[in-house]
């Protein structure tokens, strides 16, 4: 079958480059691995906390025989496991010592259906970074390519936040903020007193707080405050493939879907130099079949997508397609995570909160930006909260009976937490290869996948543990406890790099409009395509390279240059 | 006993239902949700540990103004949970936990954790539970977090006990409270 554009994967970058392509008029083919998921009727957020299975824990057995790496992750219940891969049947290898953390899911819509929906601007400083230091390849582009392509995606998909003036993370076009909590604005106060070169921000978040018609035109509404986000939510108040891209994608005409269909390989034609289409091994049948496109674009994940690519060998291409600079797998990055600090925040014992916020604060960086740190390259930003505690605080306290029962019914104090997201260095040995001979029940070749820490990795997860103690200490916070521990490669979710930008294609996969330097209608704009990290959650970064690429293949496609 | 995938259809039918009305989701009754009940089952623990459990939860968590575990459900949801979530082992752990502090009652106070009067069997477990806690020991740490999981995310402790709306529909950032106001329960 033969299409203008094939989008490999549904989840948050591959609903965008379908919506922008089918919308310019191509019709469009997004193949899925996973299975078909219906917004509404696959989600579990009509349950009551004693309506889950098993109060949401998953039977231990099954979790760790097939769930060992998603059972990780802190959205994985009863409510949402169908929405996970099962380790089991999806293997990779790691080696000896590094274990790799690697959370995803399967499904139409892929993680956009689980994400936390965190949202935020890179700025030109991280566009200039890799220039700047000499780690990685100098992006090809600089935050005002970008900035158009972010307002664009901002607008349509619902950004909650606030404006703030900050160089370090642009203003966009957000929908009205979520308010703090008058503990937060405290902490915020006592914060930037003591710290007068750092900020704290109510988190930016794809939440409808307000639906504007653009909105409603595609069934979504405002945000209800239920908290129940990663079960999938059936009023579409936050953004995913399958609330907002998929949709609207759908209603052009030009949209087909096929699911349960695992690309393969991407195909190269040798006599115009171009990629004619890709094959697939159906995911029930193991057959295989393929598709033709004028134009493909890879939106499977970066691990998945350099996957791909290795796996796509020619007689052209013998390391994999678009892959002459051997950077294809590499600078493989993740955010570092799991560091961070929590204490009790004394005081304000008349105030409560109602509704349940599905967002909290956001400290951008500070460091190399307004203090600068010896020792120390890029960055590290938080996100937090301060709310009260309710009866949890009871689960590892003594005490039975009715004083007991009657002190847990009282809100507890108010509890404050910081976590930090680290920017990781792009470096050529973190990378993703082919196993030389392990495959999976498909017939693909498995990945290996290879990442370790460097020097300023590790400065960095001991300092932002420090940083955040030290912050909750000064700020008057007791019995704060810290987390230095960095929770593992992987576990940020955040993977990206594996197929990077760059401007000498020597060097670099991409150029400046997420195009393959080496095969010109091949376009990548999932994670892969990331030339450094940041320390932003990186998905509203994909949404606009998506938007962006697509808008330039369509170009390229129209002037016959591809 | 219905199978988990009919519960999901059958859920799936009614909210395409509710959508195409135009309908919203909230005020619906949760039975119309919920999982099918089991009609019959066997235990986990013999009759002897069941009782051990269902004595110190509701000993945990009393019947006050508002029901207790007992009465919300506790010890036959933590039953459930050892058939079908626990581990072989964690299964083990726990049938060993209530000989053990059936045994221990009986050494304190010479007859098995029943047969105690009740202000002695308060007693003894309050004992047992600052021991237990204060070493920070894995197992009884594990059921009094079971107890108070379901106790206060049952329907009972987290709508009479505690508050619990399923659809808030605003964030109000900053209430205020009188000395009596409830926590939510999540
Ligand atoms: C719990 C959780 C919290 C998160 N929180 C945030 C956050 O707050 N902010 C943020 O920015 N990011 C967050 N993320 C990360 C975010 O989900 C990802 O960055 C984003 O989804 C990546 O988009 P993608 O399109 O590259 O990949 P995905 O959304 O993972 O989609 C990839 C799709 O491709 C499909 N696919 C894979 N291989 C193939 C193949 N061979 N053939 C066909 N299809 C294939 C997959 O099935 C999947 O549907 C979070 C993720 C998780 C899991
Ligand atoms: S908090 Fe908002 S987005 Fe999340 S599940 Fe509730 S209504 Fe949906």
């Keep these: ?562 | 006993m219905q199978s988990t995938e009919l519960a999901i259809d059958r859920r799936a039918l009614l909210r395409s239902a509710i959508l195409l009305v135009g309908g919203s989701m909230a005020g619906l009754p949760g039975e119309a949700f919920a999982q099918g009940k089991k009609l019959t089952k066997a235990r986990f623990f013999t009759p002897a540990q069941y009782s051990v459990l269902d004595e110190t939860a509701e000993i945990i968590i009393p019947k006050t103004d508002t029901p207790g575990a007992r009465a919300a459900g506790v010890p036959s949801i933590i039953d459930d949970l050892m058939a079908n979530w626990a581990s072989a082992e964690r299964g083990a752990n726990f049938r060993a936990l209530m000989d053990d502090i059936d045994r221990r009652a009986l050494a304190a106070g010479g007859a098995s954790l029943r047969a105690l009067p009740p202000a002695r069997r308060l007693e003894f477990v309050r004992a047992y539970d600052a021991e237990k806690i204060g070493a920070k020991d894995p197992v009884y740490s594990r059921l009094k977090e079971l107890v108070l999981t379901t106790y206060y995310l049952s329907e009972a402790g987290a709508t009479q006990e505690l508050r619990y709306e399923l659809v808030p529909g605003k964030w109000e950032a900053w209430t205020t409270i009188g000395p009596d106001a409830r926590a939510w329960a999540v």
């Design chain 1, 1 to 562: 079958m033969t299409f203008d554009a094939i989008v490999v994967g549904s989840g948050m970058s591959g609903g965008w480059a379908a919506k922008e392509l089918a919308e310019k008029g191509l019709k469009t083919l997004v193949i899925e691995r996973g299975g078909h998921l219906e917004h509404g009727a696959d989600y579990t957020d009509s349950l009551s906390p004693w309506e889950l299975e098993n109060y949401g824990l998953v039977k231990e057995a099954e979790a760790a025989e097939h769930y060992g790496i998603q059972s990780q992750c802190y959205a994985f219940s009863t409510a949402t496991k169908h929405l996970w891969v099962k380790d089991s049947e999806h293997p990779y290898t790691t080696p000896e010592g590094r274990p790799f953390m690697w959370i995803r899911g399967y499904h139409l819509g892929g993680r956009s259906i689980m994400w936390a929906r965190q949202s935020y601007r890179l700025s030109d400083m991280d566009f200039q970074s890799n220039a700047r230091d000499g780690h990685g390849s100098d992006w090809p582009v600089r935050y005002e390519d970008m900035a158009p392509w972010y307002d664009h995606v901002e607008q349509f998909a619902g950004i909650s936040g606030s404006r703030e003036g900050l160089p370090q993370l642009p203003d966009g076009q957000f929908l009205p903020p979520m308010d703090l909590t008058g503990a937060e604005k405290d902490f915020k106060q006592k914060l930037e007193a003591a710290y007068p070169t750092r900020r704290l921000i109510i988190g930016r978040c794809a939440h409808l707080t307000e639906a504007k018609p653009h909105h409603e035109e595609l069934g979504r509404i405002a945000c209800q405050y239920r908290s129940l986000c990663e079960r999938g939510c059936s009023y579409g108040s936050y953004f995913s493939s399958l609330s907002a891209t998929l949709p609207a994608a759908q209603r052009t005409g030009n949209l087909t879907i096929v699911t349960d269909s695992i690309v393969h390989s991407v195909i190269y034609d040798p006599k115009t130099g171009k990629a004619s289409g890709v094959r697939v091994i159906d995911a029930k049948t193991k057959q295989g079949r393929t598709y033709e496109g004028k134009v493909v674009f890879l939106c499977a994940s970066a691990i998945p997508t350099a996957q791909i690519m290795l796996n796509s060998k020619s007689e052209a291409f013998p390391n994999g397609i678009a892959n002459r600079s051997d950077a294809v797998g590499r600078y493989l990055m993740d955010h570092l995570s799991g560091m961070g600090a929590s204490g009790t925040y004394p005081g304000f014992e008349q105030n409560y909160h109602s509704g349940r916020r599905p967002n909290g604060f956001y400290i951008p960086r500070y460091r190399n930006v307004t203090e600068p740190t010896e020792g120390l390259l890029r960055g590290y930003g938080f996100q937090g909260g301060v709310m009260r505690d309710n009866w949890r605080r009871g689960l590892g306290q003594a005490g039975v009976g009715p004083e007991f029962k009657a002190s847990l019914r009282k809100p507890g104090p108010w509890r404050i937490h910081l976590s930090g997201f680290g920017e990781m260095l792009p470096r050529p040995d973190n990378r993703v290869t082919l196993h030389p001979t392990r495959t999976d029940k498909w017939g693909m070749p498995i990945v290996h996948i290879d990442v370790s820490l460097g020097d300023n990795e590790r400065r960095m997860v001991e300092q932002v543990g420090a940083d955040a103690k030290e912050m909750l200490e000064r700020a008057g916070a007791t019995g704060v406890s810290v987390r230095k521990h960095y929770g593992g490669a992987g576990l940020g979710i955040h993977e990206m790099g594996t197929a990077h930008m760059g401007k000498d294609p020597t060097k670099s996969v991409l150029n400046k409009y997420n195009q393959a330097h080496d095969v010109p209608n091949l376009f990548i704009t999932d994670g892969a395509c990331m030339a450094s990290g940041g320390c932003q959650n990186p998905s509203l970064s994909y949404m606009a390279m998506s938007a962006r690429g697509a808008h330039y293949a369509v170009q390229f496609l129209r002037e016959g240059v591809i």
